[in-house]
């Protein structure tokens, strides 16, 4: 394995929308999108042409991507972003043959990091589908630490769902 985790160009937000559109119906349903909340892919892409153009201190949303072997083999979001305090993040390693092979774990301290040096947060929470065991023990894995189970609609794809909430806070030696 020969992980990098860097910022996605905006070349590459396909890796996203197809990851979205080309999942099954049994995928979705396992975190929680709803098919009939995905945008068209033209108008992902021009939202996220929107998004490319905001300064980092007043981005909607963060994306990465994460290669093996200069293979894309998953991303990872952050949206609800409030620059210098907190937001939330999201991961999918885009196939199953990619997955359980220890990516995840990795992927994910290190989008951790980049999301702390980038938009300088205190806090980084994550809310994946309680019953969606990989994430969560992703997360655990990776050093998050368990808040809460609550039920709500997590973001504008999900449909109402109990999720787990988790959080990891900046480490100190981050701090300046
Ligand atoms: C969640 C995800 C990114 C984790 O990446 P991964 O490369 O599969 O994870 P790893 O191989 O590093 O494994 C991490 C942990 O998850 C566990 N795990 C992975 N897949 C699992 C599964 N299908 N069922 C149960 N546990 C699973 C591993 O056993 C490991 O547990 P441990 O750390 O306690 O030993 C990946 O599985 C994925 O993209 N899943 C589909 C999308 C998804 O569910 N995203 C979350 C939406 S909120």
Redesign the pocket.
């Known amino acids: 394995m020969s992980l990098v985790v860097r910022e996605m160009a905006e070349s590459e937000v396909d890796l996203v929308i197809d990851y979205f559109h080309a999942s099954t119906p049994e995928?979705l349903e396992?975190?929680?999108v709803d098919p009939a909340r995905l945008p068209r892919r033209e108008d992902w892409r021009a939202y996220y042409a929107f998004v490319f153009q905001q300064p980092l201190e007043r981005r909607e949303t963060l994306l990465l991507t994460w290669l093996d072997d200069e293979r894309p083999v998953?991303f990872s979001s952050a949206d609800k972003i409030s620059f210098g305090q907190h937001a939330h993040m999201?991961?999918?390693?885009t196939t199953s043959d990619?997955?359980?092979?220890?990516?995840?774990?990795?992927a994910v301290r290190r989008s951790v990091g980049l999301y702390f040096e980038q938009l300088r947060l205190k806090r980084l929470f994550?809310e994946?589908?309680a019953f969606?065991?990989?994430?969560n023990?992703?997360l655990?894995?990776a050093g998050f630490r368990y808040l809460k189970t609550h039920v709500t609609v997590p973001g504008p794809l999900n449909f109402r769902q109990p999720v787990t909430r988790w959080v990891i806070t900046r480490p100190q030696k981050l701090d300046s």
């Open positions: 995928h396992l975190i929680g998953g999201h991961l999918h390693v990619d997955r359980r092979r220890g990516l995840g774990v990795e994550c994946p589908h969606n065991a990989a994430p023990r992703t655990r894995s």
